[in-house]
């Protein structure tokens, strides 16, 4: 009969653990673990489980205490050597032999694993080298691509510059044109001006409102409207100089960029491992200083070339407007100038004509008034020589008014002589009051001749201004060349 305390096999509790060397004594198993399993006890086995895993899960009941009591008395009794007998022994030959079989089996399992440990590590070694070359070789690869991109786009940026720099001096050039003619402008305006200022010396009826006035005015009203475009598109240009100069500022700092970054990465991508200056910059790998992705970069410069090219459409659409403008308004103020100078020509020939007509009507004014005194000195002749026969006529009448008594007879002398008295008395009266008619056409005459002597200065002061101060202001208008920019 077996004691409970003695052991049939070598049973542990957990697994040996591995040893290269074999134990020295058979006393050696029993120090790798003091307490031998309980295999010929099931309930301690349950006691420890239910001791480390349930000690807190369930209220113990008295019957189940009275077990765990039973369990922990035969526990104790079967770990005490003093509790086995004298003849009992601690291992078997069998245990003996299966130990020195799990020794050897454990020693060529840990040389095959040091053997599969080291061709492993070669082979890893061999592998992580090619993949480190792989890898170089993979990133030399795409520095070598990056710079191909660098090196693409900074010769788009470098293209899309030169034409810039082209577009922003043809609008310079442009620009100036369109300030010259503006400035060319201010010389026509003041010369219209001057002619409105000079025509209101014009006198009495010849400050009309005329054509060559009308003229004037709307050729003041072009110049103005012409400047005012032209200011418009002056402004225009230079904001457009602005945004263009803005673009070539983008498009220099990018390719500034650029060949910082061309530099940098064509000195990366010529280091090896054999290069000087290479060292090593802990956790460099762990800091992302990226401020861009390679979508987000390309399109970067992408839209700084779009920005730029948009600009220069802008630029070269409005300086065909201001070509289109300054040829317009060339023509507008050349054919308002030639308008008014038409006005003028017809005007001044009308001012001619009529003072010829002035001078001619005078001269006979001047004739007539001197036919008209040479009447009146005829009529007063005639007046004095009709003075005798009224004295002869009356004085016969009176002498025969001294006739005596019966001899004063109203005979046929007598009739007659009254006759002859009222006959001249009527010539006289009828003389007088053409004299006086005469006079009167005379003053009327003179009247005529002063108003038309007054209007022929009017119409020479008229042509004066026309003809000698505007006309020759006017001849200094600009030419086609000037008004359009050009010098």
Known sequence: MELMGSTLTATYARPKTSHFLPAISTMAS?????????????????????TYFKSSSTVPTPSS???DNLDLVRAKTMFYPSNRTGLSTRYTPDDWYKSNISNYRESEASRNSAERLRRDTIRLMQDRDQLTRRTQESTSKNIGERLNDVVFWRSELSHEIDN????????????????????ETEGPLQVSQECLYHREKRMSIDLVHDDVEKDLIREVEVIKSCQERMRRHLDRAIAQLAS??????ELERDISDKVTAQRIDDRCHHLRNTSDGIGYYRGIERLDPSLSLPDSWSKFTDDNILHSQSERASSHKLR???????N????????????????????????????NSLQTHLAKTLQEIFQTEMLIESLKKALRDKECPLKVAQTRLEERTRRPNVELCRDNPHHRLVSEVREIEDTIHRLQER??????????????????????????NSIFLDQEKCMSMRKSFPSMPRLVGYT
Request: proline letters at 3%; hydrophobic letters at 40%; zero cysteines.
């Open 320 to 326: 065909d407007e201001i070509e289109v403008l300054l």
């Open 164 to 183: 810039m720099l082209t577009e922003i001096a043809a609008l310079t050039d442009v620009k100036r044109r369109l300030e010259r003619a503006l400035a």
């Open 328 to 355: 317009t308004t060339s023509n507008e103020m050349w054919n308002q100038f030639n308008n008014a100078n038409v006005a003028f020509t017809n005007r001044i020939s009308e001012t001619a004509d009529a003072k």
């Open 30 to 50: 029993s120090y790798r673990n003091p307490q031998p399993a309980m295999a010929m006890n099931p309930s301690a086995n349950m006691w420890r489980t239910n």
């Open 244 to 249: 263009n100069r803005a673009a070539q500022h």
């Open 65 to 67: 205490m009275q077990r």
């Open 435 to 460: 004299l006086m008619e005469a006079e009167n056409t005379v003053q009327t005459l003179v009247k005529t001749k002063v108003t038309l002597e007054h209007d022929l200065s009017i119409k020479s």
